[in-house]
């Protein structure tokens, strides 16, 4: 399902509590949700966010999805078939290059 929307490998994935939402995030940056219907066996799928540096960890919580990156974290905003261009940047400084961060 949400390997073929990513063209990278998946580094990190995240369900909502209700199990409805899959997040998955990618080496190239891509940030994507899924919209899982189990009882139609139908899914839909959208870019959350794009980073320029490879994603190592995301964090959901009330519509809410924390993307940390090699390079810097931010805070996006959960809204269907919406893709954060600017995401509010968690502290005031890129991280320090590494593996991770």
């Known amino acids: 399902m949400v390997k ?4 990278t490998s998946i580094k990190c994935l995240a369900w909502d509590t209700r199990g409805a939402l899959l997040f998955s995030a ?6 994507y949700a899924t919209e899982v219907d189990m009882k139609e066996g139908k899914h ?3 870019l959350v966010y794009e980073s320029s540096s ?4 995301i964090s959901y919580s009330s519509m809410m999805l924390l993307v940390s ?3 810097s974290s ?3 905003h ?3 078939d919406v893709t954060q261009r600017n995401p509010p940047k968690v502290g005031s400084k890129d991280r320090k290059v ?3 961060g």
């Open 54 to 57: 490879p994603i190592v960890e």
């Open 4 to 7: 073929k929307i990513h063209s």
């Open 74 to 76: 931010v805070i996006c």
């Open 26 to 31: 990618d080496e190239g940056g891509m940030v």
């Open 98 to 100: 590494g593996e991770y």
């Open 44 to 46: 839909y799928s959208w």
């Open 78 to 80: 959960i809204a269907r």
């Open 69 to 71: 990156s090699t390079a």
